[in-house]
């Protein structure tokens, strides 16, 4: 009797020739860059730095496609949405200390967003490590360990024989449900090394799968299928997992209204008459939440974002299908299941039995026009418009992606993003100067379709640097900066708890000509030409950048 893991896959002649025999003039650095290739890497990002230089030299070997951004985090944000856009892992190549630790934010956003970001760091000569004081250049007494709260997992190389191993480790962490970045650390010295080991072969890191109990997935159709008002909480697990489709599926056949938190946009269909939106910082849609008897939470930990800053009290049974184990039950009780989302909403699919609810849509409807009506009846005009500018200018499949700003905070609720996996922001971290890189790395990823990122003016200038970027690259990428004078929205708050604002003022230089000294196209626009403005720049090859200068405000806070 033969079993799979007794089958052994023998080389042929020419295989055994070409190991005995590798090429000339290879490193430790062509080992990482091979083992790249090998998992079916593409493209890379990075910057690099003195110890990093055996990747870089390696790079010009190699079929892969090379991205360089001029500032690390930005590096670490181009490849969280190219990881977010393909569902890949992003291979990102570092340099140590400094360089390596300016990764830390964009590290950061990638593991609260579930982005695979492949991390690759170098590190002092081996000697150095484990803690002894050498003096090298760029030294830390322990550099993972500043990442060890960050990434998934850490794996350090201390030997070229090593690399292939732990980067395909890294691989399959990175890939593993919950998605998220990894960090693997190489000396520069073992990078450097000449290598006589043969070229890295195709590599299988195929990720684990996170597979529900069918105990308690028939638990969960069970209270499903006999609820009186179920609902339904879609999170950003929902579009990770690429599990719209049964998301849909299960809420039609229970007929369980949806709503999507902020990093779930576009997991359910916004016109769909069982969808609340995202208004999910509205007292009507918590409230709606609350009297729900069953409450299905996918692929979200309900924190403070998503629980209208934790002033949400569920009074019903709750469901919370929920990868990261971590945040399983973590802020109400329930029903945990610990699992991909897809697969465990293929498990209820399968099991759970069909609802007839001839008034869901009608009680959809009375929630969404309170929402309105409370909208309404605030001077809000401006900023309704100019979002509407943003969504009408937008191409359905154009993936966007929005800085911490006024406007992005309204589309978190307000805006209509049409196709999962298309709307993008820093909500998972909360960090200025996100959306231009990780734009640009979207833009990286396919590039047979615009991209748009949107700023204010504080955030902009954390990423003035990669116009070079788009430039450099001709990435099709359209960046709006809102330019309001200064750090908006914390001036708003600052106005409201304190009754002045310190601090949030700012000089800012002209944008449009700012961008035009990088060669990049820019235009100054108004609120009644920025959907003009914004649709055509969109439709121009290559990078551009509209300036719309505008005081934006935020509707009425309901969690006070």
Do not use: C
Not at 486 to 506: F, K, Q, V
């Amino acid at each position: 009797m033969t079993h799979d893991h007794d089958l052994v896959l023998r080389p042929t002649a020419r295989q055994t020739e070409a190991a005995l025999n590798p090429p000339p003039g290879r490193t430790g650095g062509d080992l990482v860059v091979e083992t790249l290739a090998g998992l079916g890497a593409t493209t890379v990002f990075g910057l690099p730095g003195q110890h990093a230089l055996g990747m870089f030299d390696a790079l010009r070997r190699s079929s892969l496609r090379y991205v360089g951004l001029r500032v690390e985090s930005n590096a670490g944000f181009a490849a969280d949405a190219y990881g977010r856009i393909t569902g890949e892992a992003a291979p990102l190549l570092l340099s140590t200390g400094p360089g390596a630790l300016m990764s830390l934010a964009a590290l950061q956003e990638a593991a609260a967003a579930s982005a695979p970001v492949l991390a690759i760091g170098s590190q002092v000569p081996a000697a150095g490590l484990g803690g002894g004081r050498h003096g090298y250049l760029h030294e830390l007494r322990d550099q993972q360990a500043s990442f060890r709260d960050v990434v998934k997992s850490v794996h350090t190389v201390r030997a070229p024989s090593q690399i292939p191993s732990a980067i395909a480790a890294a691989w399959q962490s990175a890939l593993t449900a919950p998605h998220g970045p990894v960090w693997v650390e190489i000396p520069q010295d073992v990078l450097a090394a000449g290598t006589s080991l043969p070229v890295v072969t195709p590599v299988d890191a195929f990720p684990d799968e996170l597979v529900p109990r069918p105990e308690l997935t028939a638990v969960a159709a069970h209270l499903l299928a006999n609820a009186e008002r179920p609902a339904i909480i879609a999170g950003g697990g929902v579009v990770r997992s690429d599990a719209s489709g049964k998301l849909l599926a299960l809420a039609e056949r229970v007929q369980a209204p949806v709503v999507t938190t902020f990093g779930g946009k576009g997991a359910f269909p916004w016109e769909h008459p069982l969808s609340l939106q995202s208004w999910l910082e509205d007292r009507h849609t918590t409230d709606f939440l609350e009297d729900a008897d069953v409450l299905l939470v996918v692929g979200s930990g309900l924190g403070e974002l998503s629980s209208n800053y934790h002033t949400f009290a569920p009074r019903g049974r709750v469901i919370q299908i929920e990868a990261d184990l971590g945040k399983l039950e973590s802020n109400h009780p329930a029903l945990g299941i610990h699992a991909d989302a897809r697969l465990a909403l293929s498990a209820l699919l399968e099991t759970v039995e069909a609802r007839p609810d001839a008034q869901a849509a009608a009680r959809v409807r009375t929630v969404l026009d309170k929402v309105r009506e409370r909208i309404d009846g605030q001077d809000l005009a401006l900023e309704r418009r100019v979002l509407a500018a943003v969504r009408d200018a937008l191409p359905d499949d154009a993936p966007g992606f929005w800085d911490m700003t006024i406007l992005a905070y309204w589309a978190w609720s307000a805006f209509d993003a049409r196709r999962p996996n298309t709307m993008h922001s820093a909500q998972g971290a909360g960090g200025l100067g996100y959306a231009f890189p990780a734009a640009l790395g979207a833009a990286a990823a396919d590039p047979s379709r615009p991209v748009l990122a949107v700023s204010g003016d504080g955030g902009a200038m954390y990423s003035i640097a990669e116009l070079a970027t788009a430039r450099q690259y001709g990435l099709n990428v359209t960046w709006l900066i809102v330019d309001d004078g200064g750090y908006g929205i914390l001036r708003e708050y600052m106005n409201d708890a304190y009754g002045e604002a310190t601090g949030t003022e700012l000089v800012r230089p002209d944008f449009v000509a700012l961008a035009e000294s990088f060669g990049v196209p820019a235009v100054r626009t108004t609120p009644e030409a920025l959907r003009d403005d914004l649709a055509k720049s969109l439709a121009a090859p290559g990078p551009s950048v509209v300036v719309l200068p505008a005081l934006l405000r935020m509707f009425a806070p309901t969690h006070l």
